[in-house]
Every structure is written in C-alpha cells, then in structure tokens.
C-alpha cells in the first residue's frame, strides 16, 4: 500500500521497525483487515462512505517497544541543541496545551519571584480560558521557548494578586515587631465569638480535643494567673483557630492580628515568611508534613511507651488531619503531595468525619496519579481509568451516610452538622470534575481545531472525524454535572447555614465550577442560556459575602470572561445599592470596586470561536441564586447506556484530528507542560 503514501510516509517507511497500517475508518470502527484501495473493498460491498485519516498512524512492532520505554526521554528539551527526533516532536506538539502554568513577579529590583501551579491547579483551567479568549489561532509565531509566561492572563482576570498571594490593603501597614502585644489583644466577647465559630465549622477538619478543652481553655487564657496560665503552643493553636474563624466574619482584620500574634510569640519555630494564599498555604503545609515526619507521626506509639489514650488519639487526629489538608490542598494547586500513605503506619483516629475523608483523599490519590500521572494508550483507555474512580468515589455515599446519616442528594443541614456536609459534598464532587475535566478540555481544542478547519476553504476536512464519540461527550457531561452539583450545594447551603457563608475558601470551589461551565459554551455557544443562569446563582452567591479577596477577584474575574465573550453576558447584580456599596439583606456591604479597568483588557479575537451576538442573556433567565435549575442526576459511569461498554467502542486519537502524535508517548503533566520546545507552534 506504499502507493498511497507521500515521500515523508515512504521516508517513514524506510526506518527499521515500522509498520504502516493502513485502513479506513468504516474497517477500524468493525475491526476488520482493510485492503486500502478508495474505496475499500468491505466499504464498497456495503456501500458506506470510505474515509481514511489524514495522518497514518506508525506502530512499531512488538518487540520493540520494551526499548522503547527504556529509551524514554525526558520531559525537558535536549540542552544540546541537537533537532528533536520524532518521539522529542511529539513531546513539543503535546507541550502546545498549557495545563500546568507559570508566571514571574517583580515585587521590587531586588525581588523577582515565579510560581508555578499544576494540572490540576484552578489557574491551569483560567489559562486555557484566556488563550482562547485572545490567541488567534491563524497565527503561528514562533515560541521564545523555556517556560510559558501566564502573567497576562493573571493581569486580565485581576488575579495575580491570588496567584502570588501580594498582601491586602490592610496588610501593608502591618509591622509583627511594632507596639505592644498585650494591647492588641481582642476583647473576651469577640473571642468566645470567634472559637464559637471555629467550633462549629473547622474544627472537624483538625478535632485535636474535644470542644471543651477548647472552651476551657479560652477561659484560662482570659483568667491566667502565675499557677495557671497556658503554655506557648496551646495559646498559638487556641489563636489560629479563632483567627481562621474570624476570616468570614465582618471582624476580619483581627485573623492578621492574631496571626502575627502567634508568629512572634513562636519566632523562633517559624521559618516561612511568604505572605501568600495559596503559596503559603502549600508551604506551611510542606513544612508541617516534613515535621510530622521528623517528629514520628506516620508511626504509631509502640505499646511500651507509656503514653495516655489521649495522646494517642491526638498524634492521630494530627497526622491523618494533616493528610487530609495536604491532599486536598496539593491536588487543588496541581503540586506533589509530601504524604504518602505507603510510609504512614498509624491507626486511623476514632471521629467518624476524620475517616471518611482520608477514605475520600484515597480516591482523590488515585485521580493524581492514574489520570494526571500517567501515559495513556489512547483517550478512551483514560476514560476507562476515570470510569474506575468515578466508581470509587461512588462507593463512599455508604460511608457519608454511616457518617453523617445522608446521602448526596439530601436537603442541605444547618448548622455544624451542614458544615460536615458541605465540606465532604464539594471535596466529593471537586474531584469527580478534575477526574473528568482533562475530557473536557481536550473536546474543546478538538472544536477549535474543527472550526479552524471549516473556515479555510484550502484546507480538505472530509476526512477527519465530524461527531464526536458518544463516550467521550458523556465524559464531559459527568464534569459539567460535577459542576452544576457543587454550584447547586453550596449557594443552597449559603442560603440556609451562615457558617457555610463564612468559610470563604468556598470562593475556590465557586469560581473552579464556573469556569468549567464558562469554558464549555466559549466553545459551544448554543449552550450558553443553559449554563448562565448557574453563572449568575453563583456570583450572586459570592456578592453576599464579606468584600475583599480572594472573593472580590474571582467575581471580577468571572465578569471579565463574561463581557470578553458576550457583553450582554455580564452579570448585574439585583442588590440594592447605597452609594459606592452594594447592601444585601442579612450580609456585610460588598464594595463595588469589583470591575477591572477596561482601558487595558485585550477583546475577543479568537476566529475559532463561533461568535453569536444576537445570542444575548433570555428574558427567562433566573439570576437569583435561589432558584437554580435543577440538576440532572449523575449518572454511574459504569451503567450510562450511551458510551457503550466494550470493544465496540471506536478510538479517539490525536491523529484523527490531524495532530502528529498519539496518546502511547504521553501523559497529562507533559501534555499540558509549562516547558515548550523550541520549534513548538503556539495554538
């Protein structure tokens, strides 16, 4: 069949080990032997359309491919400046899709930082959103090469405040070693407030000691004497619990104030000054992880040490409540988790709460490691994977309701008991949408390659795939309801339960969920009166909550992609105003200073994306975040009727798109990879 190939694919040909299959789709979709003449002969006895892919896919043979692992490359381009071979090029052309995003700050001329944040990092969705917002596609300039700068799509969301954690206005005139301690001490009534909170909501992440302990203990702080007073390290845990608590509160600025309390009473243990979010969060977590180990806590107490039943239950509560924070804290950021439950040999804590979730952080480890950290045959081998964990995590609603006595789908609780709920609920639901996300991002490059395609009349698109397979939409359909769930359960929960307003990290799974449904109508626009209403419940949602960030530039964020895809997409707020501030019933007055100057916001100018200006906001729309759409039930993976169940499922793969490379060479950190080659087109 070498008749039908170019001088490239006979050139191809030519190399020692290569077979070149060639077949029409019709033939690989039955699994049938092709003779690949046009048109086929089971093609023509059927009389069906014959159509063979543009790229001809080159298999080596079987016993190859063990030299082929060995000889594996690494992710980073050769140093050498020697042309890349052919695996190096796949690499390169896999590297065109950002997932994991870096960007560089210059605080001062002496101060220059860069962050990065993985794939699985909220940042990685906001920078394929930008690049189809402002790229033109048409245009293929040639990359600087070295890592991708994502600084101007932080400047155009207004978030590389968040990204690089730069401090709030009232941070700026903090100075830790200035005035006296013991004068900036809260009143009694403000404490019993803030633990009060603290108790009722945080506390079942990390429950050390029972509630009481607690309460007793803000007593003794309040009542010390010389025979009575506490210790250094039970007063530091005593004021990081009432300052995280104070955080939703409208006494906010005092958690800065006990926070800088606590770092100077315990100077010389602290050795992070990063005065980040996100970052910080990460390496405070880092540095109590590797603490933890240093200290012995992966390890149980042997039985000859004298040691009370309570301080077993303790070392326990905080080694698997740390855990659980640097799972779920690193999967969000899309780092390497510093724990790992290969080297932890201590007995799970007796709180019900704390072991449901290490059960869910196991699932949560499996998304990491199984769709993001490794290489995939093809998208349908990964979507066999993700059907797996989705599986998994479907099995832990026995757990919730042996927990908690509920279920996924049942009403929203309030108080305490509502906190549990909404915390496992949108950890649950989180990791389902970053397990089936990568599905929906690769739909949509497909799209935007499609519509690329249809708008060059030169180009021959007749033989490229123009359906897209049942199991793959039905892959992006379980992160879009993943989505549409989390947005459902917390603006009810907000609504309901003051406590779940409070905890502002929500602001995370807000704008993650949101964005999932922004990116999904930039590429199909049709979809657009379905998901906005979603939009507008959620930012409604946000606007109740105390002003400042990271709440104010996630709501800014969001209206900036809404008016860049359609102005009359923008969201306005159904608040009663009073001068410069927004006056929601029952909250704190949000500032209005939440829209970015617009003087410096580059338009839409994307020809890739289907413009549809007359497609503007329904009439019928509901924009009260009481009233969200209902939400579709999420179907089990493993029983949805429309992606089929086995072999009959046909393949999708970069090569039928037309992209030189296949899913056999890559996994998920070095298809989105922050480091380009040198001869790597910009899409």
């Known amino acids: 069949c070498h008749t039908y190939l170019s001088m490239s694919e006979t050139s191809d040909k030519a190399q020692p080990g290569w077979r ?4 029409c789709q019709e033939c690989r979709k039955r699994k049938i ?3 690949g003449l046009t048109p086929c002969k089971t093609c023509q006895l059927r009389n069906t359309p014959c ?12 016993n190859e491919y063990e030299e ?11 140093p050498s400046g020697v042309p890349p071979s052919g695996q190096q090029r796949t690499a390169s052309v896999m590297n065109d899709f950002p997932n994991s995003v870096s960007a560089t700050h210059t605080a001062s001329p002496s101060c220059r930082m860069q962050l990065y944040y993985g794939a699985t990092s909220h940042f990685s969705l906001m920078q394929h959103i ?3 917002l402002v790229s033109n596609p048409t245009s293929h300039p040639e990359p600087s090469g070295g890592v991708e700068e994502a600084g101007a799509g932080l400047d155009l969301f207004s978030f590389r405040r968040i990204f690089f954690g730069t401090p709030d206005f009232h941070e700026s005139n903090k100075s830790p070693g200035k005035g006296d301690l013991s004068m900036m001490f809260l009143p009694y009534d403000l404490a019993r407030l803030f633990l009060s909170r603290f108790l009722s909501s945080l506390y079942h992440l990390i429950p050390l000691r029972p509630k009481v302990y607690y309460e007793q203990c803000l007593d003794r702080l309040y009542n010390s004497s010389p025979a009575d007073h506490l210790d250094a390290f039970t007063q530091a845990i005593l004021l990081l619990a009432m300052a995280s608590a104070s955080l939703g509160t409208e006494h906010f600025a005092w958690g800065d104030v006990l926070f800088e309390r606590v770092k100077a009473s315990l100077a010389a243990f602290d050795d992070v000054n990063e005065q980040g979010r996100p970052n910080s969060t990460f390496l405070h977590l880092g540095s109590a992880s590797r603490k933890a180990l240093s200290a012995g806590l992966h390890k149980d107490v042997p039985h000859d040490v004298d040691q009370t039943p309570e301080n077993i239950e303790e070392r326990r509560v905080t080694f698997w409540s740390l855990y659980i924070y640097e799972t779920w804290f690193c999967f969000h950021v899309g780092r390497p988790n510093s724990l790992s439950l290969k080297d932890a040999a201590i007995e799970y804590p007796q709180d019900p709460f704390i072991r449901l979730l290490v059960q869910l952080c196991k699932s949560i480890t499996r998304s990491v490691n199984e769709i993001y950290g490794q290489r995939h045959d093809s998208l349908l081998h990964m979507w066999r994977v993700a059907k797996s964990i989705a599986n998994d995590l479907r099995d832990h609603e026995a757990h919730l309701q042996q927990t908690l006595g509920l279920g996924l789908d049942d009403s929203i609780q309030a108080g305490s008991l509502g906190v549990r709920q909404i915390i496992f609920i949108t950890l649950y639901y989180h990791t ?7 599905f929906l991002i690769f739909r949509g490059h497909w799209q935007r390659e499609r519509n690329i395609a249809l708008n060059q009349s030169t180009t021959n698109v007749t033989n490229r795939p123009r359906e897209t397979p049942p199991w ?3 892959a992006c359909n379980h992160a879009i309801t993943a989505a549409q769930r989390i947005l459902h359960h917390l603006c009810e929960a907000s609504r309901v339960n003051n406590l779940v307003l409070e905890l502002r990290y929500h602001g995370y799974f807000f704008g993650n969920s949101v964005f999932t449904l922004i990116y999904e109508f930039i590429h199909n626009p049709s979809v657009a009166p379905l998901y906005l209403p979603w939009v507008y419940a959620s930012l409604q949602t946000l606007s109740t909550m105390r002003a400042g960030n990271p709440i104010a530039s996630t709501i800014s964020a969001v209206q900036t992609v809404l008016r860049n895809i359609n102005p009359s997409y923008e969201w306005a707020p159904l608040l009663a105003t009073t001068g410069d501030n927004f006056a929601p019933p029952g909250g704190t007055p949000v500032q209005r200073s939440l829209t970015p100057n617009r003087s410096h916001q580059p338009q839409l100018n994307n020809p890739a994306i289907p413009h549809n200006t007359s497609l503007g906001v329904r009439s019928g729309i509901l924009t009260s975040p009481w009233n969200l759409p209902q939400v579709e039930k999420l179907e089990n993976p493993e029983t949805g009727g429309s992606a089929g169940s086995g072999d009959d499922l046909l393949d999708f793969t970069q090569s039928d798109m037309g992209w030189n490379f296949d899913f056999s060479t890559m996994d998920l ?3 989105f990879s922050i480091h380009q080659s040198n001869n790597a087109p910009i899409l």
Not at 51 to 62: P, Q
Not at 68 to 78: A, H, K, V, Y
Request: aromatic fraction near 10%; include cysteine.
């Open 432 to 438: 389902l949408l970053l397990t089936f996300r990568p």
């Open 472 to 474: 793959l939409n039905e």
């Open 51 to 62: 159509i063979y892919r543009d790229y001809i896919r080159h298999r080596r043979k079987k």
């Open 20 to 23: 070149i299959p060639r077949a």
């Open 68 to 78: 082929l692992g060995e000889r594996s490359l690494p992710r980073q381009g050769s």
């Open 33 to 35: 032997k092709c003779n």
């Open 130 to 132: 930008y690049r189809d």
């Open 669 to 671: 950190d070095a298809f």
